[in-house]
T-cell receptor
Framework: QQPVQSPQAVILREGEDAVINCSSS?????VHWYRQKHGEAPVFLMI?????EQKGHEKISASFNEKKQQSSLYLTASQLSYSGTYFC???????????FGSGTKLNVKP | DAGITQSPRYKITETGRQVTLMCHQT?????MFWYRQDLGHGLRLIYY???????DKGEVPDGYVVSRSKTENFPLTLESATRSQTSVYFC????????????FGPGTRLTVT
């Protein structure tokens, strides 16, 4: 039931863009994105509901492709503060459970 | 406004001992959750609670017991700790349940020797 995230790790220079993907083999009701900095708790970024919507948060946005059961997180013009591990979480249709992916570690260097 | 707190923040215990991790929230959120975080597995849901006296299993409930007699508290008990339960444990809460934004506590790092 756990969604699959890719890539597992990304190294960027400040100002570069990155895309993190999250996919599921099950029909999804919603996809959630969280960021966790080292030694801290996860912090909510955004929720995407079925319907293929796209949302934004500062220079971080995401899309949800309902047909492919995939979501992508877009980080544009990355900043040092974007470093951390990004997790997607999914709620499967007709199955009231929430599953996190294994995470994508993002390292933004000066 | 304290939000959501966990205690202890660090705990070392021996195999076979009973350990209780505490979680307390001041928002009066109806839903509370317990996760464990291990390298390579991300966060996995152990148990969650929709309200006082209502709990349900998550993905990895074996070896854990929960209770919720008051809305603000959601303790997690390891009845007989094993080394495989060495992990970082996070408590979370929200007012709406599965599928809503979750607010996480700072975590408890548990080591079972």
């Amino acid at each position: 039931q756990q969604p699959v995230q890719s890539p597992q790790a990304v190294i960027l220079r400040e100002g570069e863009d990155a895309v993190i993907n999250c996919s599921s083999s099950k029909a999804l009701y919603s996809v959630h994105w969280y960021r966790q900095k080292h030694g801290e708790a996860p912090v909510f970024l955004m929720i995407l509901l079925k319907g293929g919507e796209q949302k934004g948060h500062e220079k971080i946005s995401a899309s949800f492709n309902e047909k492919k059961q995939q979501s992508s997180l877009y980080l544009t013009a990355s900043q040092l503060s974007y470093s951390g591990t990004y997790f997607c979480g999914t709620v499967v249709y007709n199955f009231n459970k929430f599953y996190f992916g294994s995470g994508t570690k993002l390292n933004v260097k000066p | 406004d304290a939000g959501i707190t966990q205690s202890p923040r660090y705990k070392i215990t021996e195999t076979g001992r009973q350990v209780t991790l505490m979680c307390h929230q001041t928002w009066s959120h109806s839903y509370m959750f317990w996760y464990r975080q291990d390298l390579g597995h991300g966060l996995r849901l152990i148990y969650y609670s929709a309200a006082a006296d209502i709990t349900d299993k998550g993905e990895v409930p074996d070896g854990y017991v929960v209770s919720r007699s008051k809305t603000e508290n959601f303790p997690l008990t390891l009845e007989s700790a094993t080394r495989s339960q060495t992990s970082v444990y996070f408590c979370a809460s929200n007012p709406g349940g599965i599928g809503y934004e979750q607010y996480f506590g700072p975590g408890t790092r548990l080591t079972v020797t």
